[in-house]
């Protein structure tokens, strides 16, 4: 059985720029979060997939947008970065049944 | 006022000491606990939950929930060096398969030899 695995583990972007960051969920796991992990805090809950719809969103703005596959793997995208949007990006799955959520590594995104 | 309170530490304690982290929250309609431990430049692993109050026990770990007093716990007995961490606090209401976690800021802890 696999974990969640996020692509790519780290990622420099220019201000305004946009970017792509993936996640492949867990077997068995058809529930997909993103969170946000700015340094010396905790996650803060960007929005969950579930059957490849949104069915809820924390207080980002529309810049922040993603996609659920078939196969339940994901996409977090984010237009016109922003230097604040420099953060460790949390992919997260689950059973639709299940509380508790497996959490990749993440990607380290800097921006400058 | 954030809706879950943790003291971010860090929190420094030597070999087979007791270590109670702690966390309290605002919004009573939380059902189940979560305890999430944070290695450097990885995940959150899920330690262990609870539904609403009471204790539940886990090897060298504790969970506690006090619902009335919205305070939650963890314990760990015998703590070793590779306990060191940041331990995370989180909640939710869970409802209808819509499973938004609210996490603590974390607590540093790290165990000398």
């Known amino acids: 059985e696999t974990g969640v695995t996020q692509s790519p583990t780290h990622l420099i972007k220019t201000r305004g720029q946009q970017v792509t960051l993936r996640c492949s969920s867990q077997s068995g796991h058809n529930t997909v979060s993103w969170y946000q992990q700015a340094l010396g805090q905790g996650p803060q809950f960007i929005f969950q997939?579930?059957?490849?719809?949104?069915?809820g969103r924390g207080n980002f703005p529309p810049r922040f947008s993603g996609l659920q596959y078939p196969n339940y793997s994901s996409e977090l995208n984010v237009n016109a970065l922003e230097l604040d949007d420099s953060a460790l990006y949390l992919c997260?799955?689950?059973?639709?049944?299940?509380?508790?959520?497996?959490f990749g590594s993440g990607t380290r995104l800097t921006v400058v | 006022q954030k809706e879950v309170e943790q003291d971010p530490g860090p929190l420094s304690v030597p070999e087979g000491a007791i270590v109670s982290l702690n966390c309290t929250y605002s919004n009573s309609a939380f059902q189940y606990f979560m305890w999430y431990r944070q290695y450097s430049r990885k995940g959150p692993e899920l330690l262990m939950y609870?539904?609403?109050?009471g204790n539940k026990e886990d090897g060298r770990f504790t969970a506690q929930v006090d619902k009335s007093s919205k305070y939650i716990s963890l314990f760990i007995r015998d703590s070793q060096p590779s306990d060191s961490a940041t331990y995370l606090c989180?909640?939710?209401?869970?409802?209808?398969?819509?499973?938004?976690?609210?996490f603590g800021a974390g607590t540093r802890l790290a165990v000398h030899p």
């Open positions: 997260a799955s689950s059973s639709e049944t299940g509380v508790g959520y497996t």
């Open positions: 609870t539904y609403s109050s």
């Open positions: 997939y579930y059957r490849e719809e949104e069915n």
């Open positions: 989180a909640m939710t209401t869970f409802s209808g398969g819509y499973n938004k976690l609210i």
